[in-house]
């Protein structure tokens, strides 16, 4: 279930299914990972479960599509849909591929014997619901990693809750929501076996003014030293149909204690038009390059 020295630096490179870290919202990647009260929508399934649970059964069915261009030649790409049940809730499903592109390989004496190309895959279904001003929501998944002639397969649980109007900071209300992710077996490549990146995150998001919020969480990851993430938001709503645009701000400690220069921060905006959404994330990564989330969202009754 855990890496060797968990939840510290000598846990790096300790599990298996590392792409399952990277699998976030545009969103949530924009605001520096601090989404864990403020996920919403099928945006949720990558972050918060619960979240899911904002589609009222009023809302229209959602589907979000992103795109994410990694460093050198990987690449990420989700699919996540999600929709309401009327009073029992909402319900979701998802999914997310993970190419490392081509890759050379090699036999015993070191010579080019042709290429292979790595994958990872994980398809999931998640279920949400409200209770007054509090969200439940948990999401199962089925995990699959190829590596040239060898591969595995796990299934892990993701589960969390979020609370509305926790209490007030000075006139305004807080939020709070609280996660855990990947939480299942080891992973089995041929002969080695490899935990899951099992990880819990929790946090506050204040509800700063009418058009700003501020959001921030503590992370706990197994594989590396506990971290926190801040997460700034601007709306400007055009009319009363809710069609608006996002401004957004971050900062991963992770990524800045790791890297040089402006590694830890992140940006990024939104365009809600009410029956398409429009995200874009831009998370720089020092000397090794940056990447360019897009995601592409369509409500639909």
């Known amino acids: 279930m855990f890496p060797d020295a968990p939840f510290s630096e000598g846990a790096s490179g300790g599990t298996g299914a590392a792409f399952l870290k990277l699998v976030r919202s545009t969103r949530e990647s924009a605001l520096g990972g601090a989404a864990s009260a403020g996920a919403q929508g099928s945006d949720a399934l990558f972050s918060n479960p619960a979240g899911l649970a904002s589609l009222v059964p009023e809302s229209p069915s959602e589907l979000s599509l992103t795109y994410d261009h990694l460093l050198e030649t990987s690449y990420l790409g989700t699919a996540a849909w999600g929709r309401p049940l009327g009073a029992s809730g909402a319900f979701g499903a998802d999914v997310a591929y993970f190419s490392q592109g081509a890759q050379t390989a090699y036999n015993g004496l070191g010579d080019n014997v042709g290429s292979f190309r790595p994958y990872d895959l994980a398809v999931a279904a998640a279920y949400a619901r409200r209770f007054e001003k509090f969200s439940l929501g948990g999401k199962l998944k089925v995990i699959r ?12 649980i993701d589960f969390g809750g979020q609370a509305e109007s926790l209490f007030l900071l000075g006139d305004r209300p807080v939020d709070a929501g609280a996660y855990l992710s990947n939480f299942g077996p080891p992973i089995k490549l ?29 992370h706990l990851p197994s594989d590396q030293p506990p971290y926190v993430s801040l997460g ?28 040089d220069g402006m590694a830890g921060l992140t940006a990024g905006g939104g365009l809600d038009l009410g029956s398409f959404r429009l995200d874009y994330a831009w998370v720089p990564y020092g000397d090794l390059g940056m990447q360019n989330r897009i995601t592409l969202a369509f409500r639909f009754q």
Do not use: I
């Open 145 to 156: 990693s190829v590596l040239d002639d060898v591969s595995g397969t796990s299934a892990a």
């Open 190 to 218: 041929g002969s080695v076996a490899a935990p899951l990146p099992l990880a819990a995150a929790g946090g506050l998001l204040w509800h700063t003014t009418k058009v700003v919020d501020s959001s921030l969480d503590l």
């Open 232 to 259: 700034l938001e601007a709306t400007y709503r055009f009319d009363r149909d809710k069609r608006q645009a996002a401004l957004r701000l971050g900062y991963d400690q992770s990524h800045g204690r790791e890297l």
